[in-house]
């Protein structure tokens, strides 16, 4: 099997990977001969700082945040689309401003008719309509959020972070305000409307990234300046419910620690989280029966700033962009056990800040 993989940097260029697994070969049910293949390919220049992608849900369309204060000499960064040839190559097609600076997030509806962007740095939630070719048109709507947190050197005012698209929902997690704020799209007016209130996360935390458990009503909660992980019980009739807060560190590790990214397997069974400062990736157990998590244990993420990862379709792959030492490492999943196992294979790719695996054609 193989896999195109998309790398967004700091470094201006997206970088079109590939993953051969067909080399993977077990023996004995534990001994691992680690022949699966991670290549780099071409990179693809854009307007600055592609450090997050997301693709269109039915078109061969490839959409970047470029994190950037100013773009095209207004305030604010951009989004730009790129169509996906059949060998994967890019080709740009068009840009649009943000109106907000450093978009560090974006997201796609699953109607494939609208475009979110959370702007980090001024605060701001920037919509646009999609055309049918999959290009963004000028933005509809540009959302300032309200309000700050704890911490007056990282949350004086918001920080949008992430954006997901859950149970008809866009949920916007705000780091500066320690709130996932919910809204509808409203398709005539190309706009968000407010959906309820704001979900409260642990005051100071920062919460940076959400993830839904594939087959249960949990849905998870990253808190970036706390490395910690909130579990919540969604779908209750009175929104969600918060059940407890775990820490992503090992005991007794007291240097510097920076949650950034989760993902659960295909399965449900596991979790996995990306710790900066320790530079690894967490392992925690899902309770099958009220979702508790039970850390397992960590492994060195391969490099230095763990900032993005992401898991193979398939679930026995885990890819991670190790930012600040220019290293794209592969790893390999247990699914019975949850274990992670380096194979020794890794690319160089420069500041790479985003993976994403390429939907299957």
Do not use: K
């Not at 590939?18 to 023996?27: F, G, N, P, S, V």
């Not at 540009?142 to 920080?159: K, S």
């Amino acid at each position: 099997m193989t896999y195109r993989l998309f790398a967004g940097t700091y470094a201006g260029t997206i970088h079109i990977l590939r993953l051969d697994t067909d080399q993977i070969t077990l023996a004995d049910g534990a001994a691992l001969a680690d022949g699966a293949a991670l290549a780099g390919g071409a990179a693809t220049p854009g307007p600055g700082n592609p450090s997050f992608l997301a693709f269109h849900p039915r078109l061969p369309v490839l959409y970047a945040a470029n994190e950037l204060g100013t773009f095209q000499g207004g305030f604010g960064g951009a989004v730009s689309a790129y169509a996906i040839a059949a060998d994967g190559t890019l080709a740009w097609h068009a840009s649009q401003p943000t109106h907000g600076a450093d978009p560090c997030h974006l997201a796609v509806d699953p109607t494939g008719h609208w475009l979110v962007v959370a702007n980090y740095t001024s605060g701001h939630v920037t919509t646009f309509p999609l055309g049918a070719d999959g290009l963004p048109a000028p933005a509809s709507q540009v959302l300032a959020h309200q309000g700050a947190g704890l911490d007056p050197a990282r949350q004086a005012g918001p920080h949008p972070h992430h954006v997901a698209m859950l149970d008809g929902r866009v949920l916007v997690s705000d780091l500066g305000t320690d709130n996932v704020v919910a809204y509808r799209l409203d398709d005539a007016a190309g706009a968000l409307v407010a959906d309820g209130p704001a979900i409260a996360t642990p005051a100071g935390g920062g919460v940076r990234r959400i993830a839904r458990h594939p087959g249960a009503p949990w849905t998870y909660a990253l808190n970036e300046m706390h490395a910690t992980i909130t579990r919540f019980r969604s779908g209750e009739p009175g929104g969600w419910r918060a059940c407890d807060t775990v820490s992503m560190l090992p005991a007794g590790y007291a240097g510097p620690a920076s949650g950034a990214e989760l993902a659960i397997v295909p399965s449900g069974r596991f979790l996995h989280a990306s710790v900066r400062g320790h530079d690894s990736i967490a392992t925690f157990a899902i309770d099958p029966a009220d979702g508790a998590l039970a850390l397992r244990g960590h492994v060195p993420s391969g490099g230095a700033t763990p900032r993005h990862f992401e898991i193979s379709p398939c679930g026995r792959f885990l890819v991670v962009a190790n930012q600040d030492s220019n290293r794209v490492v592969l790893f390999r999943l247990d699914p019975e056990g949850g274990g992670i196992h380096d194979t020794g294979q890794s690319v160089e790719v420069p500041e790479p800040a985003c993976i994403r695996f390429a939907p299957a054609p």
